[in-house]
Antibody, heavy 122, light 110 residues
Framework: QVQMVQSGTEVKKPGASVKVSCKAS????????ISWVRQAPGQGLEWMGW????????NYAQKLQGRVTMTRDTSTSTAYMELRSLRSDDTAVYYC???????????????WGQGTLVTVSS | QSVLTQPPSASGTPGQRVTISCSGS????????VNWYQQFPGTAPKVLIY???QRPSGVPDRFSGSKSGTSASLAISGLQSEHEADYYC???????????FGGGTKLTVL
């Protein structure tokens, strides 16, 4: 069965960086892209960006351009999301989500990680 | 302020049919398919509907989706207490070149 297992809780100070990992299993890693979605406490979902597990191409949300970097390691079937210059409003649960679908039917987020809480506080 | 607009709350009694709306624009819902996600407190979202009206394997047919123009809706028939959750719509936005979500609708079963 498909599983997306994320790294654990992080506490960071403002201005620091955080790197969250997402280890995939149960499918051929390079077949599907992975998006990162975050959710601030009591708030809705926000898409952060996407990485092709096949070739590493990325597409970042305009709001986060310059602060976020998404990478992947095909040897360990792991995707990474690094966010720099952290602010208090970056406090959120961060999810990785594996896509499904096709260009003709449309894509969607089929499998999700369990979420990683990142707290930014001085 | 979310790009897609959903009512913040919805409610119904057991057995009732409820609908949740999602309003967008020509750059998102108007030109791309809509997905719906269900989220329980403290857990990751789960896809309920994709491609406007398709259900992934395992999602009961009491959940249905539709789209017309720049709006979409999720319907839940035979409402049960276990359906109390937050529901989010999502679509690709051609102008933003990224995914956009609705602000979420908290469903209460009275």
């Amino acid at each position: 069965q498909v599983q997306m297992v994320q790294s654990g809780t992080e506490v960071k100070k403002p201005g620091a960086s955080v790197k969250v990992s997402c280890k995939a299993s149960g499918y051929t890693f390079t077949t599907y892209g992975i998006s990162w979605v975050r959710q601030a406490p009591g708030q809705g979902l926000e898409w952060m960006g996407w990485i092709s597990a096949y070739n590493g191409n990325t597409n970042y949300a305009q709001k986060l351009q310059g602060r976020v970097t998404m990478t992947r390691d095909t040897s360990t079937s792991t995707a990474y999301m690094e966010l720099r210059s952290l602010r208090s409003d970056d406090t959120a649960v961060y999810y990785c989500a594996r896509e499904a679908g096709t260009s003709s039917t449309g894509y969607y987020f089929h499998y999700w990680g369990q979420g990683t809480l990142v707290t930014v506080s001085s | 302020q979310s790009v897609l607009t959903q009512p913040p709350s919805a409610s119904g009694t057991p057995g009732q049919r409820v609908t949740i709306s999602c309003s967008g624009s020509s750059s998102n819902i108007g030109s791309n398919t809509v997905n719906w996600y269900q989220q329980f407190p403290g857990t990751a979202p789960k896809v309920l509907i994709y491609s406007n009206n398709q259900r992934p394997s395992g999602v009961p047919d009491r959940f249905s989706g539709s789209k017309s123009g720049t709006s979409a809706s999720l319907a839940i028939s035979g409402l049960q207490s276990e359906h109390e959750a937050d529901y989010y719509c999502a679509a690709w936005d051609d102008s933003l070149n990224g995914w956009v979500f609705g602000g979420g609708t908290k469903l209460t079963v009275l």
